[in-house]
């Protein structure tokens, strides 16, 4: 803060003092527009530091595949992946309406929803997961593929799945315990 207010007044000195050596000079002065010198000049004050920790946005649960892999997710998050041959494709469509109607339920599962409609690109998770036309693909934290279905599925089905695996039932047991 005191270096602020030093660099104001300094500031204001400088330039005081600049006017008056142009008058004692006989130079011209600009002159201000009326009012102008009866406001203070705008200060971009400094925020006093806390220890309080920015807040991170939340990662969207929807996002495209080409810009991840699935190694990124390893033990943070579930991947479900949606292959469609092309965004028009209407399982497709209707698989997406299904899951942006009830996010908040994948979101509590720690459910990342990964898009892929563009077959003519040969993606590393398109190598890997191999998918013809529509595919929803569940993959567990561990990096395990534990569901493939060639149509769409509601959120709700997909959660019971979730909700199967072992890793999940110690996630609830773990949160009832309060660890």
């Keep these: 803060m005191y270096r602020v207010l030093t660099m104001i007044f300094a500031a204001a000195a400088s330039t005081g003092a600049a006017q008056e050596v142009a008058v004692a000079q006989g130079e011209p002065v600009a002159e201000e527009a009326p009012g102008a010198a009866e406001e203070p000049p705008e200060v971009a004050v400094e925020a006093p530091e806390t220890a309080v920790e920015p807040e991170v946005a939340a990662e969207p649960v929807i996002q495209p595949a080409g810009v991840h892999e699935l ?8 991947p479900v992946v949606v292959f469609a041959d092309s965004p028009n494709d209407p399982r497709f469509r209707q698989q997406m309406d299904l899951i ?4 908040d ?21 398109r190598e890997k997961l191999r998918p013809r036309g529509f595919m929803l693909v569940l993959i567990g934290k561990d990096g395990s593929v534990y569901l ?9 089905e997909i959660g019971r799945s979730i909700d199967k695996m072992p890793l999940r039932q110690q996630e609830i ?6 660890n």
Excluded: I, Q
């Design 71 to 78: 190694e990124e997710y390893l033990w943070l998050k579930r």
């Design 100 to 103: 942006e109607d009830r996010l």
């Design 105 to 125: 339920d994948l979101a509590d599962r720690d459910v990342v929803v990964l898009t892929d409609t563009d077959a003519s690109v040969l993606t590393p998770m």
């Design 148 to 156: 493939r279905k060639p149509f769409p599925w509601s959120v709700r």
């Design 173 to 178: 047991r773990d949160r009832r315990t309060g």
